[in-house]
């Protein structure tokens, strides 16, 4: 919490907050004096003139407290809200550098409260802190001197009640702040079910497991409730005890403070402000309970979200002085013996693979279902690093290039595509933020996407949120549109085929071939069928990470059994139109 205060706050408006905070604290700690006073001096005596001053002494003094504690308020709420912005913007930038391997650790619900419920959390901290928490230990210890001054003999009765005030808050606070801890872990929990509920839905009905799903949400969200009710139970004995024992305070001062004055040993000014500092007392011990109720969520919460901000990203920019600086070279892709393992898996992930290609070349990976491809393209976006080998982009290792200067060079359609909320513009924009309406709608066309745009209304046209209202193969073309559109050295197009027709897929190959854009740009396909990647100057030929083959199309079918093995089933199937 105090790292996260110390990066966050800004000096200038923390510091008036405090000092608007101490003038607050003097203006109220003031005024019961001014009470005894007028009592004492004014009323007594019969003091018109006296009393007449000493009331317009009280009202300014309370006027100056009011501005003060409006103005601690703005400051420690903007200061707070100022906190918030900072943080969620710092987690989602480290996000934003995050690999798979990172969410996944994380857990991507996680990283959602992390960023949401524990910055409210942080967030109420820092104003509590900036408003109460220093507001109430110099109140309480101000308060409590003033009172001995003004009577030495009553303050032995927080002798009592204060030990009998602490044992009550630390009863209540060793068993309600464990269970505010588990209620944040508790919140991940809930927003894990439900994402999960929200993104399988369709799935979900058509199993029929809505009851299912239904009671495992119940479950996590019983559980929560409970935690909270329990919680919230031990908060709510706390404040009834507290108002009870400061009555009893209040009771027994009267009590006592009677007897001082028949005994003429005190006046009644003094007994009247000693009652106003000993409500003082216990109420900013009160607060101080509320603070307590606070700080612990507040730490727990901002230790979350110092281990996102600290955690130690796999794939790291080089050193400044080890780094490369892009050139214009013609575009040349090379994976030098690269084996590469997922973490913790036994098996490697691709072995010893090795190949070039280079400027106009188009490299296409065929391979059963896991046998690698995704992995290969994958490295060589970087968004994991080889265990052994090299990749070299354009003859540069891509490791001793900025993660910002190699998606420069490489442009590339994930298997799933991915769309924003917005319009077609602005997706394609995503790619090239320059793009002119012109060359839009040549990237639409060549990714065989124009008509179907037109039809939804052009440019313009709004595109929800994951792209839900295009199909699977519209969905795909329009991410194939804005890779394209991209100025880059190598696009890389991950099964991103696999969702069009075979007329389709064959009329988009042909216009990514034809397009003076690409002409010069390695192109990178990833295919299942034979026909996709039959024409591609390169293929790869995986299976379980190991590269069985390695040629063009003729010489892999005239040598190679793992291809021809891929052919004749999918002639079997039908699957292939021109092997
Ligand atoms: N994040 C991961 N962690 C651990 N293992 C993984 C991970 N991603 C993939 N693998 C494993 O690595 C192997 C290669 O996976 P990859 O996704 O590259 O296959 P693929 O050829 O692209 O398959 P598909 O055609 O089904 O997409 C598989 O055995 C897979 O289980």
Same mark, same amino acid.
């Given at each position: ?345 036994? #098996? ?24 690698? #491809? ?128 075979? #007329?389709?897929?064959? #009329? ?72």
């Amino acid at each position: 919490m105090i790292k996260i205060a110390r990066k966050n706050l800004a000096v200038i408006p923390t510091i008036f907050a405090v000092v608007f905070l101490l003038l607050q604290v003097f203006c109220d700690l003031y005024l019961p004096t001014i009470t005894a006073d007028l009592i004492d001096k004014g009323v007594i005596n019969h003091d018109l003139a006296y009393i007449k001053h000493e009331g317009i002494m009280m009202l300014l003094v309370s006027l100056v407290g009011l501005v003060a504690a409006a103005l601690n308020t703005f400051f420690a709420s903007t200061q707070a809200m100022s906190v918030g912005r900072k943080l969620r913007k710092q987690v989602f930038d480290k996000v934003m550098r995050f690999s798979n391997k990172e969410i996944s650790e994380l857990g991507d619900s996680s990283l959602i409260t992390r960023s949401t419920n524990d910055v409210v959390q942080v967030q109420t901290v820092m104003f509590q802190t900036l408003r109460m928490m220093l507001q109430s230990p110099i109140m309480m210890i101000a308060a409590i001197v003033l009172a001995y001054h003004r009577e030495s003999k009553l303050t032995m009765i927080f002798l009592i009640s204060l030990p009998v005030l602490a044992v009550t808050v630390v009863i209540v606070m060793s068993q309600a702040v464990p269970l505010f801890r588990s209620i944040q872990k508790k919140t991940d929990r809930i927003n894990l079910v439900f994402r999960e509920g929200l993104t399988g839905v369709r799935v979900i009905r058509a199993f029929n497991q809505d009851e299912r799903e239904q009671n495992r949400f119940n479950t996590v969200n019983e559980d929560y409730t409970e935690t909270g009710i329990k919680a919230f139970t031990w908060v709510a004995f706390l404040f009834p005890t507290m108002t009870l024992i400061l009555s009893l305070t209040n009771v027994a001062i009267i009590w006592y403070g009677a007897h001082l004055i028949a005994n003429q040993t005190m006046q009644v000014g003094n007994l009247i402000s000693f009652l106003t500092y000993a409500v003082q007392i216990l109420f900013s011990f009160m607060m101080l309970a509320m603070v307590f109720v606070f700080v612990p969520r507040g730490v727990a919460s901002a230790r979350r979200i110092n281990e996102v901000l600290d955690y130690e990203v796999a794939v790291k920019d080089p050193k400044p002085s080890e780094q490369l600086r892009l050139t214009s070279k013609a575009p040349r892709l090379q994976f030098d013996h690269v084996n590469f393992r997922y973490q913790g898996a036994e #098996k490697l992930s691709l072995n010893n693979c090795d190949f070039e290609v280079t400027s106009g070349q188009t490299l296409a990976i065929i391979g059963g279902t896991g046998s690698g #491809k995704s992995t290969l393209v994958n490295l060589i976006e970087r968004l994991f690093d080889p265990e052994s080998g090299q990749i070299k982009i354009n003859g540069m290792p891509i490791k001793r290039l900025s993660q910002h200067d190699l998606h420069t060079l490489v442009s590339i359609t994930q298997q799933k595509a991915v769309l924003f909320a917005g319009t077609i513009r602005s997706n394609m924009q995503f790619g090239y933020p320059n793009a002119s309406d012109e060359e839009i709608w040549h990237v639409l066309e060549v990714a065989q996407a124009r008509d179907f745009v037109e039809e939804a209304g052009g440019l313009d046209a709004i595109v929800e949120q994951d792209g839900a209202n295009f199909s699977g193969g519209q969905r795909q073309r329009l991410a194939i549109a804005r890779t394209i559109i991209k100025p880059a050295s190598i696009y890389i197009f991950d099964d991103s085929f696999s969702a069009l027709d075979f #007329k389709t897929d064959a #009329k988009l190959r042909q216009a990514l071939k034809a397009d003076s854009k690409l002409k010069d740009a390695v192109k990178v396909i990833v295919a299942q069928r034979v026909s996709t990647v039959a024409d591609a100057d390169l293929i790869l030929v995986l299976e379980d990470g190991e590269l069985l083959g390695k040629g063009d199309h003729q010489s892999l079918k005239a040598n190679n059994q793992t291809y021809r093995e891929i052919i004749a089933s999918q002639i079997q199937k039908g699957v292939t139109t021109n092997a």
